[in-house]
């Protein structure tokens, strides 16, 4: 049986959140209060549109504020749910997406427990499963600390290790991490509401920092190497997607590249069918043995599947096809 007199609320914001709050309501904590990011305008027709958590916990039967503030009673404000003196005791933030103030911190006698997709102190900030895979790292992980006034500076809980799978992008691997997250944080949980936990700092010294990811942070730059473009393709999968404009019957079409392989000669066995990586070739589709290539500045890449702007998704045989003949 889970302490129901431990208030919880719960911070969050994309599908990141929702194993995490699945995770509490199920394992019978009490959830009183869910905060999450006001709607926001989505797609060409820009429809408000409510964020993945608000869904989740309509759907929960759980109580929805769109004004963090509100939690902490001001007559002047009348945005959000009105909280009525309600005492909180314990936050639980995934992926909120804003810093809490520390007035809002204050408010819990338990603190704000945050769960963070790296091993910190690396990678604290807005993009770390993209940066582990832009890194080529080989490992990853969820840790598990106490919010305070520092971005991802506060003492840790626990932590678990995650090793990162040929393949894996930022779309895979972040399921993955999230329900990760949500299976630590029950583990740990009753430990913490118990005392049994000893706080651990993190080691300023060791820290590592990653910005928020931007479109613009998609155009590929093909003179960089095969292996870092393939990186960055999985990395920005499947926002803001990794793109490049191509010249395609003197008419500049933007691409975007969706599943890509570094080529590897065979040696031995068979002759590369690709010409040497002359500058002139570099950022430009070659088609050798019926297969898609685009030459980097060292190496280059099978193209798998691409998409060009407006277009569906296609094959590179539909594109060659299409395109190239």
Avoid at 96 to 111: A, C, E, N, V, W
Avoid at 116 to 138: M, T, V
Avoid at 167 to 194: F, N, R, V, W
Avoid at 244 to 264: G, L, P, Q, V
Wanted: aromatic letters at 8%; a positive charge.
């Amino acid at each position: 049986m889970k302490d129901k007199s431990t208030k919880i609320v719960f911070f969050g914001t994309p599908e990141f959140a929702a194993p995490t709050l699945q995770a509490l309501v199920t394992e019978g904590y009490n959830v009183v209060l869910v905060v999450t990011q006001p709607d926001e305008p989505v797609g060409r027709k820009q429809i408000l549109t409510p964020t993945p958590i608000k869904v989740e916990a309509k759907k929960l039967g759980l109580e929805v504020c769109e004004e963090i503030l509100s939690l902490k009673p001001c007559p002047e404000r009348s945005r959000g749910v009105k909280t009525n003196g309600l005492k909180f005791d314990l936050g639980v933030v995934v992926a909120y997406g804003k810093i809490i103030p520390q007035t809002i911190l204050d408010l819990f006698p338990l603190g704000c427990l945050n769960i963070h997709p790296s091993l910190l102190p690396k990678y604290r900030g807005a993009s770390p499963i993209q940066s582990a895979i832009l890194n080529g790292d080989q490992e990853t992980g969820v840790t598990i600390f106490k919010l305070d006034a520092k971005m991802d500076h506060g003492e840790r809980l626990a932590n678990v290790v995650y090793c990162i799978l040929d393949g894996e992008t930022h779309g895979t691997l972040s399921k993955k991490l999230a329900q990760t997250g949500a299976d630590l944080m029950i583990k740990t949980l009753p430990d913490y509401l118990a005392g049994k936990i000893k706080l651990e700092p993190q080691d300023d010294s060791q820290a590592t920092y990653c910005t928020m990811v931007k479109k613009e942070d998609g155009r590929i730059d093909w003179n960089k190497s095969a292996e870092q473009i393939e990186r960055q393709i999985r990395a920005y999968a499947p926002w803001p997607g990794s793109y490049s404009e191509f010249d395609i019957n003197n008419k500049k079409i933007k691409i975007k590249i969706t599943f890509a392989h570094i080529y590897k000669n065979v040696g031995a066995i068979h002759e590369s069918p690709l010409p040497g990586n002359k500058p002139s070739l570099i950022g430009k589709f070659t088609v050798a043995n019926g297969q898609l290539f685009v030459h980097c500045g060292h190496g280059a890449l099978l193209i798998n599947k691409l998409q060009p702007e407006g277009k569906k998704e296609l094959t590179a045989k539909e594109f060659i096809n299409g395109y190239l003949n």
